[in-house]
């Protein structure tokens, strides 16, 4: 992915601020619901992923997540669960979970802002390292819900290393 950096005048109170100067910078149409509130919609080369963060001044944390336009059958529910295990072992930054209302998977974390100055490179650091995780692991996601392989099988048939290209 290429670099977000978007350079900022000065300190901004609401980290959401330099969100949206990085959305801007990119020139990815995004809405801002709020002071506490933006989303934005990104193509990937497997799927669509929809970013929300959400400033919680309270607890001066920003909430991210990245859903996949992809939905989970009722009848892959459990496996996906496994799946979303083996996989949660694995990150060092945020989780994968499955939203039970509706089956999205989606890629989650919280950003603690404590008393710090919100910078472009912590946020550019998160969406890179959210989409390559989307990215790296939506094939394993399909071999479950589309392709009937266990947990297991999914995981070591999407992390082989290819070599070249087609």
Excluded at 16 to 30: Q, S, T
Excluded at 52 to 78: I, N
């Amino acid at each position: 992915m290429a670099s977000l950096i978007a350079e900022t005048d000065g300190p901004l109170s609401n980290p959401l601020d330099v969100v949206e100067r990085i959305l801007a910078a990119h020139e990815w149409p995004f809405e801002r619901f709020s002071d506490e509130e933006i989303s934005v919609n990104i193509d990937g080369p497997w799927c669509r992923y929809h970013l929300w963060f959400h400033w919680v001044s309270e607890s001066a944390a920003v909430q991210f997540t990245c859903a996949f336009d992809v939905k989970v059958p009722e009848t892959r529910r459990v496996d996906i669960q496994v799946l979303l295990s083996i996989i949660n072992s694995r990150l060092w930054l945020g989780h994968f979970t499955l939203w039970a209302e509706d089956g999205a998977l989606m890629f989650r974390h919280a950003q603690l802002m404590g008393g710090a100055v919100a910078s472009a490179a912590q946020f550019e650091d998160l969406v890179s390292v959210a989409l390559n995780e989307c990215e790296r692991y939506y094939p394993a996601f399909q071999f479950v819900i589309w392709g009937g392989k266990s947990p297991v099988e999914a995981v070591a048939s999407a992390m082989i290393d290819t070599v070249g290209e087609a």
